[in-house]
């Protein structure tokens, strides 16, 4: 038999609070017993790392409990934009959201806000479409408990995709319907959107976890297989709350594992993967294995090849995740350079000076064998012009993801040069600002040095040796 191609998503909680009241789900409103715990960027990032470094995946899915409208609602959403593109940045080549539905304004936003729209696709699972059993197992219609909402949630996959958006994960929840009519209107519900929107299909079948008298084991095979049949071009994905031995038995039908945990930001760097009942969605196990260990098995018990998994049979011992990043790639250098007041309205472009001072400063850092992010270069040096919503997210993600920051500046005013060394003392990213002679500066920019590793040179741009001595120092 030839190599069998499968796929791998890894699921990362980065929220385990939820308005809604799942009568199935650990993360209920109502399950006091919980330690709510809400991620904040750092910690994002770190869990984003830990996959993509140490577990080296490249397909990830971020869930959160779902949430009513207000201000939390927003700024959740928020957070999950600057973590998809945090994960794209990082080099993630797929991105799903399971985040709950979303109406119309939101998909909007998602779409404008997401650096690589192609790459993200969302999860939304119907659960049951008899919508009598929906209501008893997710609450009667009311505002306050948004997954009461049928009708809205099963409109959202068809907006994502109306929206311009080309991937969509659809599921049920075996135990809560009548499968047998569930699985008919899931084929139905999947076959109307690929014919619609030529959409690419994921197909979720989980269980409720601990209670598998509403789908035996074979019970669930047998849906596998017909879901397989009916319908060959969806995706089928099983997690791994089911046992690696059921998995092995399912793996001819199936397209996408998906290993990992669903405590909040669960993982770690070394050993175990955590499933603490107190802050995990559900419990499988007190000791579970770092989904790389899980992928090894499958890869050398079947003749497989995992898509979205750079480990595989090179599959080595753990190695500091630091040292690791480091012999992928090299550190990243964000220059910061006046653009909008130093664009000359004539010719809509910098003036010819600013532009080789700049291009020496690059050119120095790249030659010291750094990545360089520049702004004005992207955006070609004035002749491209990028939206506000674009240039806050994708300027602010590269700061935080630098190593360090240089600052060119000078008597051109620029709010936004401020606003990044702002942001790069408060995140502690060194930073090395070089300026001209007797350029007047803010008191509260001499005291960087008083808080952090920043420092100021004053230098005579026509001495690029002087340049050189301070890069020779600070990079
Ligand atoms: S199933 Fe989803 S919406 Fe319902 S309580 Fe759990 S996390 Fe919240």
């Not at 904040?40 to 971020?62: C, F, G, H, N, P």
């Not at 009667?140 to 948004?146: D, G, K, N, R, T």
């Not at 520049?374 to 491209?384: N, R």
């Not at 600002?433 to 005291?447: F, R, T, V, Y």
């Amino acid at each position: 038999m030839g190599i069998k191609r499968m796929a791998v998503a890894v699921p990362i909680y980065i929220s385990n609070r939820c308005d809604c009241a799942c009568t199935m789900c650990g993360m209920s409103r109502n399950n006091d017993r919980l330690v709510r715990i809400d991620g904040d960027y750092a910690t994002i990032r770190k869990q984003l790392e830990i996959l993509y470094y140490r577990e080296e995946l490249r397909w990830v899915m971020i869930l959160s409990g779902e949430y009513r409208k207000g201000a939390y609602r927003s700024s959740h959403l928020s957070r999950v934009i600057w973590t998809v593109n945090e994960a794209l940045m990082m080099g993630f080549e797929r991105v799903t959201l399971n985040i709950g539905a979303l109406d119309e304004g939101e998909i909007a936003m998602i779409r404008h806000r997401v650096i690589y729209p192609e790459r993200l696709g969302l999860a939304i699972f119907q659960e049951t479409y008899n919508r009598e059993l929906y209501h008893k197992a997710f609450g009667s219609y009311s505002e306050a408990i948004p997954k009461s909402d049928y009708d809205g949630r099963l409109r959202t996959a068809e907006e994502w995709l109306k929206s311009g958006f080309g991937m969509v994960n659809l599921g049920i929840l075996l135990g809560i319907g009548n499968f047998e009519e569930d699985v008919k209107e899931l084929i139905r519900h999947a076959t109307d959107l690929r014919e619609g929107y030529s959409a690419m299909i994921q197909i979720s079948l989980p269980r409720i976890v601990g209670d598998h008298r509403g789908c035996s084991d074979n019970e669930l095979i047998g849906i596998i297989r017909r879901i397989r049949q009916k319908i060959p071009w969806a995706e089928i994905i099983i997690t791994t709350r089911e046992e690696k031995e059921l998995i092995t038995k399912m793996l001819p039908y199936i397209d996408i594992v998906s290993p990992g945990t669903s405590e909040v930001l669960g993982y770690r760097e070394e050993g175990p993967i955590g499933n603490d009942p107190d802050k995990s969605q559900f419990f499988i196990n007190e000791v579970r294995e770092r989904p790389s260990e899980i992928l090894s098995y499958f890869q050398q018990n079947n003749n497989i090849e995992f898509n979205y998994w750079k480990g595989g049979s090179s599959f080595k011992a753990p190695i500091e995740m630091k040292e690791q990043k480091e012999q992928c790639e090299p550190e990243l250098i964000f220059l910061s350079t006046p653009i909008t007041n130093a664009i000359i309205p004539e010719t809509g472009c910098l003036s010819i000076d600013m532009t080789a001072q700049i291009k020496m400063i690059a050119d120095k850092i790249r030659q010291k064998g750094y990545r360089l992010f520049l702004a004005i270069e992207i955006e070609q040096w004035g002749k491209v012009k990028a939206t506000p919503e674009e240039i806050t997210p994708r300027d602010y993600n590269n700061l935080l993801q630098s190593n360090r920051l240089v600052v060119y500046l000078t008597e051109c005013f620029s709010e936004g040069t401020l606003v990044e060394i702002g942001w790069a003392s408060a995140n502690q990213i060194p930073t090395t600002i070089i300026c001209p002679k007797n350029l007047k500066i803010s008191p509260l920019i001499k005291g960087l040095n008083c808080i952090g590793d920043n420092r100021i040179y004053y230098v005579d741009f026509g001495n690029t040796e002087e340049i050189d001595v301070i890069f020779n120092e600070r990079l």
